[in-house]
């Protein structure tokens, strides 16, 4: 059985992240980035989770999905990070759709798949 663990590579941990953010949208919950990092590494993790969250946000892009990473919101700021690609003035209504969306219809993405939109966006 694979795990997830500390050497695991950003698309390994983008398809984690996917699964965590998947059931929060659900269950229409936001995660700040520190949470976020604290339920994927068990400790703060500051500043490793841009690149894995930039995955997930061009896959939603080029697949056309909601912005799933527009759940994932800075503690102080209620805000998703600057080089998240959702617009200030669109964020709630980003959000929302993001809470109706039936996640769980999607088959969740591959590593590859993830590296991939990242590779031919980033």
């Given at each position: 059985?694979?795990?997830?663990?500390?050497?695991?590579?950003?698309?390994?941990?983008?398809?984690?992240?996917?699964?965590?953010?998947?059931?929060?949208?659900?269950?229409?919950?936001?995660?700040?980035?520190k949470g976020?990092?604290?339920?994927?590494?068990?400790?703060?993790?500051?500043?490793?989770?841009?690149?894995?969250?930039g995955h997930?946000?061009?896959?939603?892009?080029?697949?056309?999905?909601?912005?799933?990473?527009?759940?994932?919101?800075?503690?102080?700021?209620g805000t998703?990070?600057?080089?998240?690609?959702?617009?200030?003035?669109?964020?709630?209504?980003?959000?929302?759709?993001?809470?109706?969306?039936?996640?769980?219809?999607?088959?969740?993405?591959?590593?590859?798949?993830?590296?991939?939109?990242?590779?031919?966006?980033?």
């Amino acid at each position: 059985m694979k795990k997830f663990n500390p050497s695991s590579n950003h698309p390994d941990r983008a398809l984690q992240a996917w699964q965590i953010l998947v059931a929060a949208a659900m269950n229409r919950q936001t995660f700040t980035y520190k949470g976020l990092s604290q339920l994927m590494y068990q400790k703060d993790a500051a500043g490793v989770l841009d690149k894995i969250l930039g995955h997930i946000a061009f896959f939603c892009s080029d697949n056309k999905l909601p912005a799933l990473t527009s759940i994932v919101v800075g503690k102080a700021r209620g805000t998703p990070g600057a080089d998240i690609p959702v617009a200030p003035k669109v964020m709630d209504r980003e959000r929302e759709k993001v809470y109706n969306y039936d996640w769980y219809n999607v088959y969740p993405p591959l590593p590859k798949q993830l590296a991939d939109s990242f590779a031919s966006n980033g």
